[in-house]
C-alpha cells in the first residue's frame, strides 16, 4: 500500500489550494478515504473522509463550507479543496486509508498559511 500527498505550499490567509493523494497497491475503489492534519505541538486530527462511493463520512467543523473532498476511482485519487484558508489551518495533511483494520499513511504535504 502506497499513499503519495501532493500539493501542499504557502498560501496566503483567504487562498486556496488543493491537495490530492494518489493511492496503489490496493483496490482503491473498495475503501473509504480520509485526510487529517497534524499542526505543530497538536496532535493529528481529522479533516475530513470520503466514503468507497464518494459520500461524505466525518469532517471537522472547523473545515465546514470551506474544504471539499473528492474522490475519482477510476485515477485512484483523493483530492481536498480548501478554500478560504486560514493561519490556523497551517500543519502538514496526511492521506489516510484503514485497509483490513490496518490504517496506512501518506508522507504528508506541508501547507503553511501566512502573509
Known amino acids: 500500500v502506497q499513499l503519495v500527498e501532493s500539493g501542499g505550499g504557502l498560501v496566503q490567509p483567504g487562498g486556496s489550494l488543493r491537495l490530492s493523494c494518489a493511492g496503489s497497491?490496493?483496490?482503491?475503489?473498495?475503501?473509504?478515504m480520509s485526510w487529517y492534519r497534524q499542526a505543530p505541538g497538536k496532535e493529528r486530527e481529522l479533516v475530513v473522509g470520503i466514503t468507497s462511493a464518494g459520500g461524505l463520512t466525518n469532517r471537522a467543523a472547523s473545515v465546514k463550507g470551506r474544504f471539499l473532498i473528492s474522490r475519482d476511482n477510476a485515477k485512484n485519487t483523493v483530492s481536498l479543496q480548501m478554500n478560504s484558508l486560514k493561519p490556523e489551518d497551517t500543519a502538514v495533511y496526511f492521506c489516510?486509508?484503514?485497509?483490513?483494520?490496518?490504517?496506512?499513511w501518506g508522507q504528508g504535504t506541508q501547507v503553511s498559511v501566512s502573509s
Open positions: 497497491g490496493f483496490t482503491f475503489s473498495r475503501y473509504a
Open positions: 489516510q486509508a484503514r485497509i483490513n483494520s490496518v490504517d496506512y
